[in-house]
């Protein structure tokens, strides 16, 4: 019997590139490490369980490919180590400081296993490559990898063709690159889409990508299935919608599941309550407090953060298997409604991967409990996007209409009077690059090497990261002096290239730290550049 319905859970793990090799510590390296302790390994471990038992899982995880470069950098990698090294040797201290009260004793225990078998399996058992190890449970079946844009610019403020085909072509090599193969999806970052856009996804080989429901829905001509089948595109690409009531009721911390009482509070942390002597070899070098990963308290209820009351950790995974079991009730029922005769609908299920672990720390428990329900549920199968096209390999053409996810759904968050200034000096630069790349068909020796540089700042430059920072005012000074700190070196760079003159005597410096993509060809920027992603270039030359 065919199932009546079908759910695909998308993943979508991305952090911007963060790598400041000039300096012993910085605060903003540590958004890898805790992704990395609280949610990349749970994930991996957890697929492991169910790969050890034969449960049977089809999940989609979109790696971007400014993670990908990370997860595999020596330097990140080291340092990582040293982060879950703390906070093993933390927990062992919090247990002798909580001697005298058993309940918060208890609880550091519980964070030193979690840290101990994060670490052990980090240096362990998968040698810090996490690159591997998502390959691996891709290759035994429970994963389908997707890739995004090459540093997440958000495409439909890239201001020119060539600059948004770099973006894409570039992530294909990476992913190829890292895990043997082009992908064949794309999470097009923040969802961000524009007519004819899917013109270029489909020459850099994309098969499919996902859009935000209203893109579906308000397209042109109206969708049959609404937002419940995916379309074909003018361009040839397949366009899957998100279901935001289901999206909704996991990713909203005040009516989803995340906000229960009884999970774990976010911003009640050890780095902030402890004595501030006791917690500072933990802190960055500048010595300001900051979050060190041990929490004791749940999110108990509105008001005071210092009114919480202690986290319990067996009955917050408990809520979680609960809430688990009325997340896949609950889409029964939506299937139900939805079903009709030749027709099973597709309910689209992004979420960002940080959002299990990190941001709600018992959602990895939630989701292998979600994936155990379906694995015995005969009316609802677990399918991979890949999977459902060879299921239903006919599918309705349409032009959806632009947009994004996000606030008010129409890039509300990537432009506004906190951020739009970046955009003039983007716009510029993209133009200036193009030029640069036409100027210079065949560059060689060190006049290359400022090319590629100035194409690599430019990227950095175009992350969707500093625009979304601003805007939330979340780690706004650092988002500004990076976007700066990237059109400065790209002007300066551009200024030498046009003059002829030799290369600025930091480029080696520079180089080493912004060492992202070492396979990029400035060349990729050529107006005449088709979307080739075995253009690959020779960067040995000196």
């Not at 919090?94 to 550091?108: D, N, S, V």
């Not at 999970?263 to 300001?288: C, M, T």
């Not at 030029?435 to 100035?454: C, D, F, H, V, Y």
């Not at 002096?481 to 046009?498: I, S």
């Amino acid at each position: 019997m065919p199932p009546e319905g079908y759910l695909s859970i998308v993943l979508h793990a991305h952090l911007p590139f963060v790598r400041h090799p000039e300096l012993p510590h910085f605060l903003e390296e540590s958004w890898l490490f805790e992704a990395v302790a609280e949610s990349y390994i749970p994930l991996i471990l957890l697929l492991r369980r169910l790969e050890l038992e034969g449960t049977p899982c089809r999940l989609t995880l979109s790696i971007s490919p400014t993670l990908a470069e990370m997860l595999a950098d020596p330097l990140l990698q080291e340092r990582c180590a040293h982060y879950l090294q703390q906070r093993v040797e933390l927990s062992e201290k919090e247990i002798e400081r909580h001697r005298p009260h058993p309940r918060l004793r208890e609880l550091a225990k519980r964070y030193l296993s979690f840290y101990s078998q994060g670490l052990r399996f980090y240096e362990d058992t998968c040698g810090r490559d996490l690159i591997r190890a998502f390959h691996k449970l891709r290759e035994a079946g429970l994963l389908d990898l997707m890739t995004s844009s090459a540093t997440h610019a958000f495409l439909p403020f890239v201001s020119n063709a060539e600059c948004q085909r770099a973006q894409l072509v570039l992530a294909q090599q990476t992913h190829a690159r890292h895990f043997g193969r082009a992908s064949a999806g794309l999470w097009l970052p923040e969802c961000g889409y524009q007519p004819e856009l899917d013109e270029l996804v489909h020459e850099a080989q994309f098969r499919h990508f996902l859009l935000d429901a209203h893109a579906v829905l308000l397209g042109n001509p109206h969708p049959r299935f609404g937002n419940f089948a995916p379309v074909q595109t003018p361009g040839g690409v397949v366009a899957f919608a998100r279901d935001t009531a289901t999206s909704q009721q996991v990713w909203s911390s005040r009516g989803g599941y995340p906000g229960d009482f009884d999970y774990r509070e976010f911003y009640r942390d050890v780095g902030f309550d402890a004595d501030y002597d006791y917690v500072k070899p933990y802190l960055q070098s500048d010595g300001s407090r900051h979050n060190l990963g041990i929490k004791y308290h749940r999110i108990t209820g509105e008001g005071d953060l210092g009114q919480r009351e202690l986290y319990d950790w067996e009955q917050a995974e408990a809520k979680a298997r609960m809430h688990a079991d009325h997340f896949v009730g609950s889409r029964l029922n939506q299937v139900k409604e939805l079903a009709e005769p030749g027709f099973a609908p597709l309910i689209v299920a992004p979420y960002d991967a940080e959002l299990f672990g990190h941001w709600w720390f018992e959602g990895p428990v939630f989701l292998e409990s979600v994936i155990r329900l379906m694995a015995r549920e005969s009316r609802l199968h677990l399918v991979t996007l890949e999977d459902f096209l060879k299921v239903q390999p006919k599918l309705e053409r349409q032009q959806p209409t632009g947009s994004s996810w996000g606030t008010d759904g129409y890039n509300l968050v990537w432009l506004n009077t906190r951020n739009q200034w970046l955009y003039r000096h983007q716009h510029w630069a993209e133009h200036e690059m193009v030029g640069l790349a036409n100027q210079n068909p065949e560059a060689t020796g060190s006049r290359k090497r400022m090319l590629n540089q100035a194409a690599r700042e430019l990227l950095l430059a175009q992350s969707s990261d500093w625009a979304f920072l601003i805007s939330q005012n979340t780690a706004a000074p650092y988002a500004v002096q990076r976007f700066r700190t990237h059109l400065e070196r790209f002007r300066t760079l551009r200024e030498q290239l046009l003059n002829s003159r030799s290369a600025p005597p930091w480029l080696e410096q520079v180089e080493a730290q912004d060492s992202i993509f070492p396979e990029l060809d400035y060349r990729l920027f050529r107006s005449d550049c088709s979307a080739d992603v075995s253009l690959v270039s020779s960067n040995n030359e000196t």
